[in-house]
T-cell receptor, first 114, second 112 residues
Framework: KNQVEQSPQSLIILEGKNCTLQCNYTVSPFSNLRWYKQDTGRGPVSLTIMTFSENTKSNGRYTATLDADTKQSSLHITASQLSDSASYICVVRNYGGSQGNLIFGKGTKLSVKP | DADVTQTPRNRITKTGKRIMLECSQTKGHDRMYWYRQDPGLGLRLIYYSFDVKDINKGEISDGYSVSRQAQAKFSLSLESAIPNQTALYFC???????????FGQGTRLTVV
């Protein structure tokens, strides 16, 4: 069964600190993996996309990694800011299937405290 | 203006009532999706449509129906609302295989 598992479920860090969020998936065949940021009460917004051949991609203070062999991805946030408080959702796209091709993780809720 | 617009943003309805949630998009995308989000469960797919003549059930379609009135419009209906359909509903669009999904702002539905 195609699944996406994220850890931790929630995380509290102090402003200015770094953190890393994890995503493990069993989706096959794999197309791409995206990390989305979802502010409370709003729709998710894409941060990064990783394809099979990519290992690392950065978007400002966000850096995503992908290990296609172990089917793991991580999202590293550097020098966290209060505005980083949100849920971060790992979404894997596959070819075909009955889920419209998008398989969602349950998200990691990040709280950045001053 | 938002690229993906959902109406209403908030709605409280009574058990047994019929309710329609509407979604319109200005991105010109063929693919549209309806999801519901519950605390601790993440986003779950209700229905999706890859073009005007295509409607597909997602993993939790029971109790819901959809209508793709045009490329830009995709509506979700609850024929007879029940309390466990209380959730945050999202509409999304994408341009095709491998493309980014763009989400609306969500509709918070409460069934009492």
């Amino acid at each position: 069964k195609n699944q996406v598992e994220q850890s931790p479920q929630s995380l509290i860090i102090l402003e200015g600190k770094n953190c890393t969020l994890q995503c493990n998936y069993t989706v096959s065949p794999f197309s791409n993996l995206r990390w989305y940021k979802q502010d409370t009460g709003r729709g998710p917004v894409s941060l990064t996309i990783m394809t099979f051949s990519e290992n690392t991609k950065s978007n400002g203070r966000y850096t995503a990694t992908l290990d296609a062999d172990t089917k793991q991805s991580s999202l590293h946030i550097t020098a966290s800011q209060l505005s980083d408080s949100a849920s971060y959702i790992c979404v894997v796209r596959n070819y075909g299937g009955s889920q419209g091709n998008l398989i969602f993780g349950k998200g990691t809720k990040l709280s950045v405290k001053p | 203006d938002a690229d993906v617009t959902q109406t209403p943003r908030n709605r409280i309805t009574k058990t047994g009532k019929r309710i329609m949630l509407e979604c319109s998009q200005t991105k010109g995308h063929d693919r549209m999706y309806w999801y519901r989000q519950d605390p601790g469960l993440g986003l779950r797919l209700i229905y999706y449509s890859f073009d005007v003549k295509d409607i597909n059930k997602g993993e939790i379609s029971d109790g819901y129906s959809v209508s793709r009135q045009a490329q830009a419009k995709f509506s979700l209906s609850l024929e007879s609302a029940i309390p466990n359909q209380t959730a945050l509903y999202f509409c999304a669009t994408s341009s095709g295989q491998g493309a980014e999904a763009f989400f609306g702002q969500g509709t918070r539905l409460t069934v009492v």
